[in-house]
């Protein structure tokens, strides 16, 4: 179904007309989303949908064209579209309630995403501010997240969980090193794994920090659990690499 989303391709005037008013597909997107994504293309900043680079349960991500806005900086945009159907309201409600940025009770299930996607674009600021590399947010409206697009030459970069580690050694110790700077800016991530960090660069890989949507300031009363369980995570992963870290003492240094 998202594959109708694959522009065709037309003669260079129609292109442009096609550009401006953005078919998007009845059924793949709710009329709300449809007219969010107008918004953000009445406002220049993307051009159209290229195609998903992930379906999930509560979000999908696309390629989009950037657009005239961002004039110079880069081709591609991506765009993190947040559903509102199939989303777990309760656990997105738990990350938001501890969170006194979020606290304010969310009345509906809209709101709550909406608050979700508003959340996301603070936290991937914070990680920026915290010299921790992870998309910069652009825009944020309703259920949709624009943020810079993490690739090469328009090819998305893949995750950690699928290219794997050249240096684990080197790139557990960088990852607990991020999770070490957001705790010093008062953050924990709270998904932290293989599957939300992106290996971005050739040679060497840097690793950027992605869905950074369920982080948490540390007055959340969970977050030295979620730290933890993101420092594990990380141990446990870079274990079957022959990495070995001791677990206490690890989370030791991230709080130090
Ligand atoms: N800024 C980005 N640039 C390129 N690809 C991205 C970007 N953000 C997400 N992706 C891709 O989309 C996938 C899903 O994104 P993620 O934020 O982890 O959402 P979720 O896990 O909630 O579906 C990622 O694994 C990655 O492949
Ligand atoms: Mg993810």
């Given at each position: 179904?998202?594959?109708?989303?694959w522009k065709k391709k037309l003669p260079a005037r129609e292109d442009k007309v096609m550009k401006r008013s953005l078919k998007l597909e009845e059924g793949v997107f709710d009329s709300?989303?449809?007219?969010?994504?107008?918004?953000?293309?009445?406002?220049?900043?993307?051009?159209?949908?290229?195609?998903?680079?992930?379906?999930?349960?509560?979000?999908?991500?696309?390629?989009?064209?950037?657009?005239?806005?961002?004039?110079?900086?880069?081709?591609?945009?991506?765009?993190?579209?947040?559903?509102?159907?199939?989303?777990?309201?309760?656990?997105?409600?738990?990350?938001?309630?501890?969170?006194?940025?979020?606290?304010?009770?969310?009345?509906?299930?809209?709101?709550?995403?909406?608050?979700?996607?508003?959340?996301?674009?603070?936290?991937?600021?914070?990680?920026?501010?915290?010299?921790?590399?992870?998309?910069?947010?652009?825009?944020?409206?309703?259920?949709?997240?624009?943020?810079?697009?993490?690739?090469?030459?328009?090819?998305?970069?893949?995750?950690?969980?699928?290219?794997?580690?050249?240096?684990?050694?080197?790139?557990?110790?960088?990852?607990?090193?991020?999770?070490?700077?957001?705790?010093?800016?008062?953050?924990?991530?709270?998904?932290?794994?293989?599957?939300?960090?992106?290996?971005?660069?050739?040679?060497?890989?840097?690793?950027?920090?992605?869905?950074?949507?369920?982080?948490?300031?540390?007055?959340?009363?969970?977050?030295?659990?979620?730290?933890?369980?993101?420092?594990?995570?990380?141990?446990?992963?870079?274990?079957?690499?022959?990495?070995?870290?001791?677990?206490?003492?690890?989370?030791?240094?991230?709080?130090?």
């Amino acid at each position: 179904m998202a594959l109708r989303l694959w522009k065709k391709k037309l003669p260079a005037r129609e292109d442009k007309v096609m550009k401006r008013s953005l078919k998007l597909e009845e059924g793949v997107f709710d009329s709300q989303t449809r007219f969010t994504l107008r918004a953000f293309m009445n406002k220049g900043l993307i051009d159209g949908l290229d195609y998903p680079v992930s379906t999930g349960k509560e979000a999908d991500v696309y390629r989009a064209r950037a657009g005239p806005k961002f004039e110079g900086e880069g081709e591609f945009v991506a765009v993190k579209i947040f559903r509102i159907a199939t989303s777990d309201f309760q656990r997105m409600t738990d990350y938001l309630r501890g969170d006194p940025r979020f606290s304010r009770v969310k009345h509906s299930k809209r709101e709550i995403v909406y608050a979700w996607a508003r959340k996301e674009f603070r936290n991937l600021r914070l990680c920026l501010d915290a010299k921790v590399p992870a998309p910069e947010p652009y825009a944020f409206n309703k259920n949709v997240l624009l943020m810079q697009f993490i690739g090469e030459e328009g090819v998305p970069d893949s995750t950690l969980k699928d290219v794997g580690s050249d240096n684990p050694e080197k790139d557990c110790e960088t990852l607990l090193g991020y999770a070490r700077r957001l705790y010093a800016n008062n953050f924990v991530h709270a998904d932290l794994s293989e599957f939300n960090v992106l290996m971005h660069g050739y040679p060497e890989a840097v690793p950027y920090l992605i869905d950074v949507g369920q982080g948490v300031v540390l007055e959340h009363p969970k977050a030295e659990e979620f730290l933890a369980r993101d420092v594990a995570r990380i141990l446990h992963y870079f274990k079957k690499y022959g990495v070995k870290k001791d677990a206490g003492a690890a989370l030791r240094w991230v709080k130090a």
